[in-house]
Structures are given as structure tokens and as C-alpha cells.
């Protein structure tokens, strides 16, 4: 049986070409932090997490901490007991979901490099063309009118827009939206957690005329109770983002029916492990799922897009963060086009890596031998 040799970690500081403003916070740029597990046959598996202050609760310098920490516990260890090592990190210090997920991913590809499979057939699916969502931030409705229309123009079949400054404000943007693309193509709201009860449920009654698919996380992360709520008097679906990150999280909003659909994020879900378990169980209730992100490259991206053609489930892609970035740290994976269409490779496991330019300019640190 092989043994890990070496880890790798890697602190990925991506600036975005544009801000991106959500109702929680604008951002600049993204810290990802990518590890590379190297083993004794030779073989390299890459993840990816992406900390969050805001939703994981973690700082790129804490997460790469972390990772150091972590690394001690694989050195020597066979990699292909996954569901071992990944109870061993959690079991050793809780939370920290976005570098779990680095490791998580890291483990996966690298057992399905030595199975010699990509992925999506190392965990049972089926190769398909994804079509992403092109999302939209914060913005005036008079300019998001227009870069709708410019995501539209380029084939963009799903709008994800970020919504959550006010009543007024919100629905001037949707309706400007839907007036500059027409019909036709479904938009996903995402309030990240904005609104109060009240307010929801007026906002969402107003906008039951401009073919919204989904409203996600209208509510504070806290309150499962009030999305229940909420998804009561809404015409609207409803669907949780912060409010679940493992399949505790799903098991609870499942079972007071708080939601129609969960927000898969594998820095949350520490995982494909872990998300695996959150689509169980939405399958299991009658939860469908989407596959969302917070800042990842293509690695991260990869790695979720192969997770999707295994779980039939998981409905709706929110994938298109790598368009943030003012240039791509990343090679191989799935190719990704502006007009949301994501295509996945046959290479062993997600196939995608970090180039070496970047590998060579960023934070770097390797624990372990050769
Ligand atoms: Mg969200």
C-alpha cells in the first residue's frame, strides 16, 4: 500500500478583476489555500478550500496554520483510508471546513489517480455537460441590467443575482433585470442573509411575477425556524446556504421543512465526503441540491463539477467563480465557458493543478520528506 511522503501547502492569492459586492461584504480578492499530498508510487492528489471570515469562520492565516497542523497527522499514513484520515482532522480540531475540504479533495483526486479514473467514475456517475449559473453582484439595478444582458448575450442560460440592500432597492434590480433579458431565463436570488422575516416575505411575494427559481438564504443563518417560516407564505422556493454546512445542519432544516433546497458548498461541507452525506439526505426528503462555491479556482470547481455527475440530486450549478479572477492560477480540470457551459475531462481524478509560476510566487510551505 502506498504512503503519504509529502504535503504541500500552498496560499493562492488571487485578485479579482472587479469587486464583488454581496449583501455581507465586498470583495477584492480571494486567499485559497491549495494542498498537494504527494505519496510514495509517485502520485500527486490537489484540493483546494477556500476560507471564509464571513461564512467558515476562517482567515487564509488560520487556515494555513491549520493545514500545518493537519499535515502531521497524514505523514506516513496509507491515502486511500479516507474516511479514516478525514475523522482523524475533525476529530482533532472541529470546524476549520474550508482546509478540511483542501485535504478532503486532495484525498479524493488522489485516489482516483489510483484507480486510474477520472472522478465522476471513481464515485458512480455519469460524464455530462454542466451548465453553471453566470452570477451577478451588488450593484445599481441600472448596471446590473446591463451586465445581465451582457451574460445573456454571451449564452448564459441561469442569472444568479446577489440581492439584500432593501425592499425598494431589490426589487428595482430584479425588475430592471428581467426587463433588459426578457423571459426565458430563470434567475437564482441570493440574499445572503439580509432580510428579516417580514421583509422576506414581502419581497418575495412582490417579485413572484419575474420567474425567480430560487431565493437563497433570505434570512440570518441562525434562524431555521423563520425559513420555514418564510417558505411558508413564500410563492418562491426557498433555499439554505450558511444555514447548513454538514448533514447535521441538512438533517435539522429536512425535518421541520424549512427549505426546498440545500446549497452544497464543499467549503462548508468540509468535502466531497461530507457533501455526499448533506445530498443523502436531501434525497431522502425531497431536498434537491445546489452545487455553489465561495471564491474557488478550477480546482475547486473541478472537483465539485465531478461531484455533480454523481449525484443526479444535486440540480442546480452555481460554479462560475473562477470568472472573479484577474488571471487563472490553474491548469487541466474541466473547461469552464462564459456562457456557463462546464466540460468535463476523462484525465484521472478532477485533473486539474496549480501552474508552477504560481506554485513558484505564493506562500509556500512542504511538510515531509521526498
Ligand atoms: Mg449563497
Redesign the pocket.
Known amino acids: 500500500m502506498p504512503t503519504i511522503t509529502q504535503i504541500e501547502i500552498i496560499d493562492l492569492n488571487l485578485p479579482f478583476s472587479h469587486p464583488f459586492k ?1 449583501a455581507l461584504a465586498v470583495m477584492d480578492s480571494a486567499h485559497n489555500i491549495v494542498i498537494r499530498i504527494h505519496d510514495s508510487d509517485g502520485l500527486v492528489g490537489v484540493g483546494e478550500g477556500v476560507p471564509s471570515r464571513f461564512v467558515t469562520g476562517e482567515a487564509p492565516e488560520t487556515a494555513f496554520e491549520a493545514a500545518k497542523l493537519y499535515a502531521n497527522f497524514l505523514i506516513g499514513k496509507n491515502p486511500l483510508e479516507i474516511d479514516s484520515h478525514l475523522a482523524t482532522l475533525e476529530r482533532y480540531m472541529l470546524k476549520n471546513p474550508a482546509i478540511r475540504c483542501a485535504y478532503d479533495l486532495a484525498l479524493y483526486d488522489l485516489l482516483a489517480r489510483h484507480a486510474g479514473l477520472p472522478l465522476y467514475a471513481l464515485l458512480g456517475g455519469t460524464k455530462q455537460v454542466l451548465h453553471s449559473n453566470r452570477t451577478l453582484g451588488i450593484d445599481s439595478p441600472a448596471a446590473m441590467a446591463q451586465t445581465a444582458k451582457a451574460f445573456v448575450a454571451e449564452g448564459a442560460k441561469y442569472l444568479k443575482v446577489k440581492v439584500g440592500t432593501g425592499r425598494a432597492e431589490d426589487i428595482a434590480r430584479i425588475r430592471a433585470i428581467r426587463e433588459s433579458v426578457g423571459g426565458g431565463i430563470p434567475m437564482r436570488l ?1 440574499a ?1 442573509q439580509a432580510w428579516d422575516e417580514i421583509t422576506a416575505i414581502k419581497i418575495l411575494n412582490d417579485l413572484a411575477e419575474y420567474e425567480i427559481e430560487v431565493c ?2 433570505p434570512l440570518p443563518y441562525w434562524n431555521a425556524e423563520g425559513l420555514r417560516r418564510v417558505r411558508e407564505r413564500s410563492p418562491i422556493a426557498i ?1 439554505a ?2 444555514s447548513i454546512f454538514d448533514a447535521h445542519d441538512a438533517f435539522r432544516l429536512a425535518s421541520i421543512g424549512a427549505v426546498d433546497y440545500f ?1 452544497i458548498k464543499l467549503a462548508k461541507s468540509a468535502g466531497i465526503h461530507g457533501a455526499l452525506k448533506i445530498n443523502a439526505i436531501g434525497e431522502a426528503a425531497g431536498v434537491k441540491c445546489m452545487l ?1 462555491g465561495m471564491s474557488e479556482s478550477l480546482i475547486g470547481v473541478s472537483a465539485g463539477a465531478h461531484l455533480i455527475c454523481a449525484c443526479p440530486n444535486i440540480a442546480l450549478h ?1 460554479l462560475d467563480s473562477p470568472f472573479h479572477f484577474a488571471e487563472d492560477p490553474t491548469f487541466g480540470g474541466v473547461d469552464f465557458q462564459p456562457n456557463g457551459m462546464v466540460t468535463l475531462s476523462d484525465a484521472p481524478g478532477h485533473g486539474a493543478d496549480v501552474k508552477p509560476e504560481w506554485v513558484e510566487k505564493s506562500r509556500r510551505v512542504v511538510i515531509g520528506g521526498s
Open positions: 454581496i441570493d445572503n437563497e438564504q433555499m446556504d450558511e446549497n455553489g452555481d
